[in-house]
């Protein structure tokens, strides 16, 4: 079968990737996906001008990704991060206003706009603005400065901007200069193909510390008795959640629950309801009882939130529960 060639801007690949940059004896992560089919491909180049090459490549038949923090081995998850290099921040046009999207992109500009830290780079996604602010030099990950601390400061700016929770630091980033194509679920909703573009990357650097005042810290929670959420009686969705962090927190970090929720692994399709449904196959998995299971989802950071709908919950949930049955 052949495949349809896109359109890519090798000029926009190349001054972006250039100004992100690449610290010695670290790979940037290149990542590709072809809309519908659920083909990933990963590609980890230890130089900027084989990323670009393989960036421009994969962007004339795939949507096309970008490690946010650069990998230390040739994998794509939260274990292989050593060094940080930025925090950035993602908004969602349609999360904004699914019915206007002119007066969203008006909004999310303005947003960025009053905020005190002025982003080093803008780029327009098609579909949203992504800001980033680069360190003027790596971060290694420390006991001062671990990864927590580093994704805390993206939560934090997240928040104050309202934007998508894209905090973790094994996230992918699309690149400007490639084509962003909808998948089924995004052309149902009015999307269509559209150039990812730079807004702006002359903006100023900073260290970490600049940015520290803006992290938002999640309560600590403490080691639970029991390592099952079956029959405890909660009395608000609070109170789920809360019981839910314990749980986590009691089991191994290598455990597959705790990798979903924390964004610790690759995934085929790695949408935000692509994130909802693997984490809803790990909870039935786990035996979490179905009337917590759309509390947890819209509490997952990765996922769609609170704008998750009730009928896209039951229909994610639905198939989480037959996928179990099928396997049993």
């Known amino acids: 079968m052949n495949r349809s060639r896109h359109r890519v801007i090798s000029s926009e ?4 990737l250039r100004r992100l940059g690449l610290p010695d ?24 001008d084989e990323a670009i090459s393989s960036a421009q490549e994969a962007g004339r038949s795939a949507n096309v990704y970008v490690g946010a923090c650069p990998r230390s081995i040739r994998k ?4 292989a991060i050593r060094l940080v290099t930025a925090t950035w921040a993602d908004l969602d046009f349609h999360d904004i206003n699914p019915h206007d999207r002119q007066s ?41 400065h671990t990864a927590e601390h580093f994704e ?28 962003n194509i909808p998948d089924a679920r995004k052309r149902a909703r009015g999307c269509v193909p559209v150039m990812a573009r730079i807004v702006d990357v002359n903006g100023p650097s900073y260290s970490p510390d600049d940015l520290c005042e803006l ?39 290598k455990h597959r629950l705790v990798r979903t929720w924390r964004g610790d692994r690759v995934l085929g399709d790695s949408s935000r309801s692509g994130w909802d449904m693997a984490l809803a196959n790990q909870l039935v ?44």
């Open 13 to 16: 690949i190349e001054t972006f």
């Open 25 to 48: 004896e670290q790979y940037l992560e290149i990542r590709s996906v072809i809309p519908d089919r659920g083909g990933v491909r990963q590609r980890f180049r230890s130089s900027i």
């Open 76 to 79: 794509g998850s939260r274990g």
């Open 104 to 144: 969203s992109e008006n909004e999310a500009l303005s947003r960025i706009g009053r905020f005190r830290f002025p982003p080093t780079m803008l780029i327009h996604s098609g579909n949203g603005l992504q800001a980033w602010w680069l360190y003027r030099e790596p971060m290694r990950l420390s006991r001062t």
């Open 152 to 179: 805390a400061i993206n939560r934090g700016i997240g928040k104050a901007l309202g934007g998508d929770a894209v905090h973790d630091l094994a996230r992918v980033l699309r690149l400007p200069g490639t084509l």
């Open 215 to 253: 992290r938002a810290e999640t309560r600590p929670a403490a080691v639970p008795t029991r390592r099952t959420l079956d029959a405890i009686p909660f009395e608000s969705d609070a109170e789920v959640i809360a019981t839910f962090l314990r749980l986590l927190d009691a089991l191994d970090s």
């Open 285 to 328: 998995r786990a035996g979490i009882r179905s009337e917590f299971l759309a509390d947890i989802l819209r509490a997952y950071p990765l996922g769609r939130g609170r704008a998750a709908t009730s009928d896209y919950l039951v229909r994610t949930i639905t198939k989480a529960r037959s996928s179990a049955g099928e396997r049993l």
